[in-house]
């Protein structure tokens, strides 16, 4: 039977992506998932789909840049499913990709509000939720941006470096608690985001080929291994994927 069973989950930036694949790996393996993302429109059609396939989705609304509507995602979760188990702070923003003296900051602290405030505010409302039922998981998507520079891309990168440590920061307050706190640093994946990085033609990265990005349907099965007590040891660090371990652990194709 899969860990995902039954477990109440919310997928923040739910509605492409990472998050969308997501969505449906866990919906297909037992989970009851709240779907949430900025465009309401998008995940009501990903949780009709998913309905039609014989899951168990609903689909809201969020900007998890605003503490009111997190705080309400959390609260509709509860009152829909009862409890929650998994959260997966996913939703994340790198564009517009411009070096720092070019940078709008406007654009930029919207990054910075996504990426890294989103992140907190998960984590606020989420964990008084699972400390009422005796636990759960928390996954935050994480970058290998968090401990390495690259032109242009300075709102992405602090903000993952700062998600970094809200993981380790979770960790130590609560892993006595119940709630595991975990990142994955999944590396490049073939998401619309890479097309952004791409035409950027900023660092390395927007250099890489396509075929060197990774479904984001093996990003979506590393997480629900890492919702399992067999990656207990992760918690409170960023797990990745770009490590034959890694990739092994998660029941991945190793690297090529």
């Not at 720092?100 to 405030?117: G, H, M, Q, T």
């Not at 699972?130 to 602090?158: F, P, R």
């Not at 993952?160 to 006595?176: D, F, G, I, Q, R």
């Not at 979506?220 to 797990?239: H, I, M, P, Q, R």
Request: hydrophobic content about 40%; some cysteine; overall charge negative.
């Amino acid at each position: 039977m899969s860990v995902l069973r039954g477990k109440s989950t919310i997928i923040t930036g739910a509605s492409r992506g990472i998050g969308a694949a997501a969505a449906r790996h866990f919906a297909d393996n037992g989970a009851r998932v709240v779907l949430a993302a900025r465009s309401g429109d998008e995940v009501k059609a990903l949780a009709q789909e998913i309905h039609k396939a014989g899951g168990t989705a609903i689909a809201v609304a969020c900007d998890v840049s605003n503490q009111g509507q997190v705080q309400e995602l959390v609260d509709r979760s509860v009152d829909e499913f009862g409890r929650l188990d998994i959260l997966i702070n996913n939703a994340g923003l790198i564009e517009p990709i411009a070096r720092l003296a070019d940078s709008d900051p406007v654009e930029w602290s919207r990054v910075a509000d996504i990426n890294y405030k989103g992140v907190y505010y998960g984590l606020r409302f989420a964990i008084p939720a699972m400390l009422s039922t005796g636990g759960g998981v928390i996954i935050n998507v994480s970058s290998g941006a968090a401990v390495s520079a690259l032109e242009g891309w300075s709102h992405y990168c602090s903000s993952k470096a700062a998600v970094l440590m809200l993981t380790a920061c979770a960790h130590k307050e609560y892993a006595e608690q119940g709630i595991r706190t975990v990142g994955i640093s999944p590396g490049t994946v073939d998401t619309q985001m890479q097309v952004s990085i791409r035409d950027s033609g900023i660092n390395p990265v927007s250099q890489l080929s396509p075929d060197a990005h990774i479904p984001a349907e093996w990003v979506a099965k590393a997480l629900e291994y890492l919702c399992s007590d067999d990656a207990a040891e992760y918690a409170g660090t960023d797990f990745s994927l770009k490590t034959p371990e890694g990739r092994k652990r998660a029941g991945l194709p190793p690297l090529s």
